[in-house]
């Protein structure tokens, strides 16, 4: 059977990280798999998938906007026929959707859409045209219980949760590095560490972290923060961070390929997003045994209990973000019977079920397909 996945772009996010986890883990025998993404200037996964036989085409348009990458998908697909297109993002969908039902029947593939992210984070353009369009889908999918009930009721009604997990045995095994990482970042051996992964977006509400920092740095001064990721918004971030005094008290790494392995030096895990489809960093700090403080927000109370696995709280309250932080911070007891939970239920976040329910959708569908 064969599969295209189509993204607008393969940069160091979590949606485009499962991808790859995907590509690890699908059944080589009984699927030809590739993946099609838009924009040339991020590719950070594509070293990635070309090392797990996903051959990878950029279809070589700077925007959206830009419909010649229509073009250059149906002359792919053309040329390359496929069974299964599957998109993974809202603008991708309905262009995926519309290039695919121009194609003659016999080379008209099924069409699968995963949303990895609440409705109302998408720009008001892309929820009108995924709206009209989405009646063209065979099969949509969302990886959180959240997601879906952000959606219109009609959409709602065709789509399906399917729970996106993680590689839990190579995450696990990070766990071995936290004395090296913590050498590596000047950390001392004893010393409290919170750590983030996020990519720096508005989405990821770095100056709420920043302001829970600088109360918690009051309160309790030998703790230390780490944060891994890049975005547009750094020269902005780092700029509040140098205002606010932090310094060497909140490490902003940027991009790192080893994100899990530096999570696998802290204590506590937080994330401070004003929206989340699920979190791929939220389920590797469970796996890893980190007792996690997070925004209550999209899928991230599906898979951390508040009380059980951490703390969750209403976004755009750094206040109490910072309240939360202290709790897991100054009462030990607490702190490590909420690890215990969080590696728990990270070992129950393998990637593959997410994956065998997938395929299993993607024959179901091909079967179904005129013709066969």
């Given at each position: 059977?064969?599969?295209?996945?189509?993204?607008?772009?393969?940069?160091?996010?979590?949606?485009?990280?499962?991808?790859?986890?995907?590509?690890?883990?699908?059944?080589?025998?009984?699927?030809?798999?590739?993946?099609?993404?838009?924009?040339?200037?991020?590719?950070?996964?594509?070293?990635?998938?070309?090392?797990?036989?996903?051959?990878?085409?950029c279809?070589?348009?700077?925007?959206?906007?830009?419909?010649r990458?229509?073009?250059?998908?149906?002359?792919s697909?053309?040329?390359?026929?496929?069974?299964?297109?599957?998109?993974?993002?809202?603008?991708m969908?309905?262009?995926?959707?519309?290039?695919?039902?121009?194609?003659?029947?016999?080379?008209?593939?099924?069409?699968?859409?995963?949303?990895?992210?609440?409705?109302?984070?998408?720009?008001p353009?892309?929820?009108w045209?995924?709206?009209?369009?989405?009646?063209?889908?065979?099969?949509?999918?969302?990886?959180?219980?959240?997601?879906?009930?952000?959606?219109?009721?009609?959409?709602?009604?065709?789509?399906?949760?399917?729970?996106?997990?993680?590689?839990?045995?190579?995450?696990?095994a990070?766990?071995?590095?936290?004395?090296?990482?913590?050498a590596?970042?000047?950390?001392?051996?004893?010393?409290?560490?919170?750590?983030?992964?996020?990519?720096?977006?508005?989405?990821?509400a770095?100056?709420?972290?920043?302001?829970?920092?600088?109360?918690?740095?009051?309160?309790?001064?030998?703790?230390?923060?780490?944060?891994?990721?890049q975005?547009?918004?750094?020269?902005?971030?780092?700029?509040?961070?140098?205002r606010?005094?932090?310094?060497?008290?909140?490490?902003?790494?940027?991009?790192?390929?080893?994100?899990?392995?530096v999570?696998?030096?802290?204590?506590?895990?937080?994330?401070a997003?004003?929206?989340?489809?699920?979190?791929?960093?939220?389920?590797?700090?469970?796996a890893?045994?980190?007792?996690?403080?997070?925004?209550?927000?999209?899928?991230?109370?599906?898979?951390?209990e508040?009380?059980?696995e951490?703390?969750?709280?209403?976004?755009?309250?750094?206040?109490?973000?910072?309240?939360?932080?202290?709790?897991?911070?100054?009462?030990?007891e607490?702190?490590?019977?909420?690890?215990?939970a969080a590696?728990?239920?990270?070992?129950?976040?393998?990637?593959d079920?997410?994956?065998?329910?997938?395929?299993?959708?993607?024959?179901?569908?091909?079967?179904?397909?005129?013709?066969?």
């Amino acid at each position: 059977m064969r599969v295209l996945w189509l993204t607008t772009g393969l940069g160091p996010g979590g949606a485009e990280q499962l991808l790859v986890s995907t590509a690890r883990r699908r059944d080589r025998e009984r699927m030809a798999v590739r993946a099609a993404y838009l924009l040339p200037h991020k590719s950070a996964h594509v070293a990635g998938l070309e090392a797990e036989a996903v051959p990878v085409e950029c279809l070589g348009y700077r925007t959206v906007l830009d419909p010649r990458w229509l073009l250059a998908l149906r002359r792919s697909m053309v040329r390359d026929p496929v069974d299964i297109l599957h998109a993974h993002n809202p603008v991708m969908a309905v262009g995926g959707r519309l290039v695919a039902h121009s194609l003659p029947r016999r080379l008209r593939p099924r069409v699968v859409v995963t949303d990895h992210n609440v409705w109302h984070s998408y720009k008001p353009a892309s929820r009108w045209a995924d709206g009209l369009t989405s009646p063209l889908d065979d099969a949509r999918l969302t990886v959180s219980a959240a997601v879906r009930a952000s959606l219109p009721g009609p959409i709602r009604q065709r789509s399906h949760v399917v729970l996106q997990g993680i590689e839990l045995e190579e995450v696990q095994a990070q766990r071995a590095e936290r004395a090296a990482v913590r050498a590596e970042l000047g950390l001392d051996p004893d010393a409290l560490v919170v750590g983030t992964v996020a990519n720096l977006r508005a989405q990821k509400a770095y100056p709420d972290l920043l302001a829970a920092a600088v109360d918690v740095l009051r309160s309790q001064p030998d703790t230390r923060f780490v944060a891994a990721g890049q975005g547009p918004l750094e020269a902005e971030i780092r700029a509040l961070h140098a205002r606010l005094g932090l310094g060497d008290r909140f490490l902003i790494l940027g991009h790192r390929p080893d994100a899990i392995r530096v999570m696998a030096a802290c204590d506590v895990f937080v994330l401070a997003s004003h929206w989340e489809g699920l979190g791929v960093a939220v389920m590797e700090a469970l796996a890893l045994g980190l007792p996690v403080v997070a925004t209550a927000v999209g899928g991230v109370p599906e898979v951390v209990e508040d009380g059980r696995e951490g703390l969750l709280v209403p976004p755009n309250r750094p206040t109490q973000l910072a309240n939360a932080i202290l709790t897991l911070l100054t009462e030990t007891e607490t702190r490590q019977r909420m690890a215990a939970a969080a590696a728990q239920r990270g070992a129950q976040l393998s990637i593959d079920t997410a994956v065998r329910r997938t395929e299993a959708m993607y024959h179901e569908l091909a079967l179904a397909s005129p013709g066969r």
